[in-house]
């Protein structure tokens, strides 16, 4: 079993695994490309399972496999959506574009990724004091549909702080309309129950 390794070829994997999502669910390939093309992953995938690496077993969020093989935003991971966000004075803001992989209705994103994408920036808010925290609620309504294969904003604000409560607000926007609001509460982990949420293997 091998000991994490963050690396360029790591993150150009991750990046063309992407890729291959991408055309696989967009393809207009013949049914003997599909057959060959599925031999040639599946000798891939034989290759790379043979060594597996260490599960990363820190709660922390800043270490370098948590960060690079995030579901979202890391940059190692073979479908994460690639969302990158920065600290504003009240919360955090990024970019990302969302493509037929995640589709729900056509041309439309699913609703569940609407809600992986502001939970997750969310805990990103959450957890800058570098202490845990996990979400308790998230409540989201969907204004109009998200669309595919444009710029999307989604935009945090930490609204207030309860003891361990945490009280976030979220939205997406696309071309400078709405598409979804979020409300949520985190609550920071004492020691104790970090340990009783992140069990370790034996």
């Known amino acids: 079993m091998a000991e994490w390794e963050d690396c360029d070829e790591r993150q150009s994997l991750g990046a063309s695994v992407r890729r291959l999502l991408d055309a696989v669910v967009t393809t207009g390939a013949s049914a003997s490309e599909l057959g060959a093309a599925a031999v040639a992953i599946d000798q891939v995938t034989t290759r790379l399972a043979a060594t597996t690496r260490r599960q990363e077993l820190s709660a922390e969020p800043d270490t370098s496999a948590r960060a690079s093989m995030s579901l979202v935003g890391g940059l190692s991971h073979p479908a994460a959506p690639q969302l990158t966000l920065q600290t504003t004075p009240d919360g955090a803001a990024g970019e990302v574009v969302i493509g037929s992989v995640f589709q729900g209705g056509p041309g439309v994103v ?43 904003t989604v ?41 009783e949420v992140f069990v370790r293997p034996m």
């Open 110 to 152: 699913h609703g569940g990724v609407v809600a992986l994408l502001v939970d997750h920036a969310m805990g990103f808010v959450a957890n800058r004091a570098l202490e845990p925290a996990m979400t308790v609620r998230l409540g989201l309504r969907y204004r109009r549909p998200t669309p595919l294969g444009v710029p999307l």
């Open 155 to 195: 935009a945090v604000r930490l609204d207030r702080v309860e003891g361990r409560k945490l009280h976030l607000s979220a939205t997406i926007t696309a071309s400078g309309e709405v598409t979804a609001e979020a409300d949520a509460i985190f609550v920071r982990l004492t020691p104790g129950k970090l340990d």
